[in-house]
């Protein structure tokens, strides 16, 4: 049944490890241990949210991990006559569809075996993908699968399928950061440390630029070059070598959208052209409150 299941996600593009619920509160415990890590500043908060409900429905028996491909996206933005492309990282622009289409076909799976899956993303994601196998820690504290890289979106689901055979190994880093220094040098923040497991989340400019307001004055200009988020620790990354020229073409704005977009204040309705570009565009909620900002500074700065 295991296999089963483990062959249809495959057959779906994705790639998955199953592994005993017993695992559920090591995970939460090895989170209450990073309490004391001078980085890590939610692991206390994401512990007390594994909680299990009756509302869940059945009784828990596994941990499911699915990693699927995550490619980088192409957007583009008319600007004075000209089409500037702007990157966006894996993850930002499936409007949190991904994980209820892997939910779906894994219970389309299931239930003709009288089981069934549900969605838990409050488990710590990498985490339970590096423990069961799928996947391995980069010095920047990513995770890494064998074939997609680090561009991959990880989705975690509980279910009553029994998971006798366990594969539970410790947490690793990939062989090849042993002697590679590449996202240490490349991060335009200083975020990640040789010799620290966790990076420096307050100073990483993913942090930054996913939180509204002004940008610090300390942040250079030219360390701006994704419309969300940041790749710079991604793409010189040895570990993603065979997948950093895999992009997506996605939208283009037109001029009148862009300029609107640039001076747009939160909480003001959308032109019907702009609300229409924006849907087919796959922007999540939380980006839309950082895009004017992070879409100026690219503009302005002349960094894409």
């Known amino acids: 049944m295991k296999e089963g299941l483990l062959k249809a996600i495959q057959a779906h593009g994705d790639r998955g490890a199953i592994v005993p619920f017993s695992h559920f509160d090591e995970l939460k415990c090895e ?20 909680i299990i409900t009756d509302e869940l429905g059945f009784r828990p028996r596994s941990l499911i991990s699915v990693v699927t491909p995550s490619p980088k996206i192409i957007i583009g933005f008319t600007y004075h006559g000209k089409t500037i492309q702007c990157i966006v990282p894996p993850q930002y622009l499936d409007e949190g569809t991904k994980d209820n289409e892997v939910l779906q076909y894994i219970n389309t799976y299931l239930e003709p075996f009288g089981y069934r899956a ?8 990498k985490l339970l993908a590096v423990h069961s196998g799928l996947g391995l820690y980069g010095r920047n504290n990513l995770c890494y699968h064998k074939e ?47 010799n620290h497991r966790i990076i420096n989340t307050s ?3 993913t942090t930054i630029n996913e939180v509204p307001g002004e940008f610090p004055e300390w942040i250079a200009e030219n360390a701006h070059h994704a419309l969300i988020g940041c790749m710079k620790c991604q793409d010189c990354c040895p570990g993603n070598v065979h ?13 009148e959208e862009t300029k609107e977009l640039l001076i747009y204040k939160d909480g003001e309705p959308y032109s019907q052209s702009l609300a229409v570009k924006i849907k087919e565009s796959g922007f999540f909620p939380g ?9 100026a500074a690219l503009v302005f700065s002349n960094q894409i």
């Open 31 to 50: 989170l209450e241990a990073l309490r004391t890590d001078k980085y890590h500043r939610f692991s206390h908060w994401l512990a007390g949210s594994m």
């Open 118 to 125: 549900a969605l838990f993303d409050k488990l710590p994601q």
């Open 148 to 194: 997609f890289g680090s561009y991959i979106r990880i989705l975690s689901y509980i279910s009553d399928l029994p998971c006798d055979e366990d594969t539970w190994l410790s947490v690793r880093r990939m062989e090849m950061c042993k002697q590679c220094r590449a996202c240490v040098s490349a991060c335009p923040t200083k975020a990640i440390e040789p």
């Open 203 to 205: 100073i990483c400019l």
């Open 243 to 255: 997948n950093k020229d895999n992009i997506i073409k996605g939208v283009t704005f037109s001029e």
């Open 287 to 295: 980006l839309l409150k950082v895009l004017p900002r992070n879409l």
